[in-house]
């Protein structure tokens, strides 16, 4: 098993930052790629970010939602068993829970090939972290 936790929501206004972590525990250095998603009230939970990974300290490959390229970066400290999301420039739409996920299939090989849908579909999830942008 995997435990996810996630930490650093919080209200901001628009144009201001958050830096979201997500430490990871249990059986997570087998976990092949890394993500975060987000799931705004109505709507359905999406991917916003995501890492290939291979379990090992090397970031392969990323991916991130069009609506948040160049505003988001996602990156692991390998070490601490760290995934961040830093969250630059945000807008009212990026209102939502965000979660951070961790999966160990086959699924994350459209990750690796740049294909992946962002679709909500990983094994492993934290109990998520508001933010709140107004």
């Known amino acids: 098993h995997v435990q996810l936790v996630e930490s650093g929501g919080g209200s901001v206004q628009a144009g201001g930052s958050l830096r979201l972590s997500c430490v990871a525990s249990?059986?997570?250095?087998?976990?092949?790629?890394l993500g975060w998603f987000r799931q705004a009230p109505g709507k359905e939970r999406e991917g916003v970010a995501a890492i290939y990974t291979g379990g090992g300290p090397e970031v392969f490959v990323d991916y991130y939602a069009d609506s948040v390229k160049g505003r988001f970066t996602v990156s692991q400290d390998y070490v601490k068993n760290l995934l961040h999301l830093q969250m630059d420039n945000l807008k009212p739409e990026d209102t939502a829970m965000y979660y951070c996920?961790?999966?160990?299939?086959?699924?994350?090989?459209?990750?690796?090939?740049?294909?992946?849908?962002?679709?909500?579909?990983?094994?492993?999830w934290g109990q998520g972290t508001q933010v709140t942008v107004s």
């Open positions: 996920a961790a999966d160990r299939s086959l699924k994350c090989a459209t990750v690796l090939r740049g294909t992946w849908s962002g679709r909500a579909d990983f094994g492993y």
């Open positions: 249990g059986d997570h250095r087998r976990s092949l790629c």
